[in-house]
């Protein structure tokens, strides 16, 4: 099984999107192992109405809360605790694209963060980066703090609005491949992730 983990540089920069296409692209199955906020909807839900392939499973989620902040946080907050040893891969022989929540340091105990679980997982690792200010820094730091801990990075994926110049930066200095962009778009519709997922399947496979 290969396992194809896709984090961000921070929450609301398209990892879900991202995910949608890698599965929709690869025909893989989709995880999700931490969901916040699912008071306002899972991501998960999102990728069932995206993916249209046919063959792609949603895991169900290890751990789910409705409140809308750092996975331990939310887990405080209703009562509960996260155990991160119990967290485990579902079974699957496709590819399994998994999603984090938020950055990589974001918090999921009180001694494991979100790259942790990378580690864990044993998986290969997407990096998403959105064009805003102060993006160049956040992905920088993403990319060093990956590195650091000797995870195999495929590359990276950005969203939103094209800046040459903050990606010549980003590019020249982690020292990690983009493997492509999606636009900003009206709408995200299964049509809309169709039309990137074979570009992206053609780079991954």
Known sequence: MRKIFVTGIGTDVGKTVVSS???????ADYWKPIQTGAAFGSDSDKVRRL????????????????AYMAPNSAATATGKHID?????LPETNKTLIIEGAGGLLVP?????????????????VILVSQNYLGNINHTLLSCEALRSRGIKVLGLIITGTEN???????LKHSGYPMLGRINREASITPEVIKKYASYFAGRLK
Do not use: C, Q, R, W
Request: glycine share 4%.
């Open 84 to 88: 991160f040893d119990s967290i485990k």
């Open 164 to 170: 040459v110049a903050s990606e010549e930066i980003i």
């Open 51 to 66: 993916v249209t392939n046919g063959v792609s499973v949603v895991h169900p989620e290890a751990y789910k809360f409705d």
């Open 108 to 124: 999921i105990t009180e001694k494991h963060f979100m790259v942790d679980l990378i580690k864990k997982l044993e998986a290969e």
């Open 21 to 27: 296409v890698l599965a929709e692209g690869l025909n």
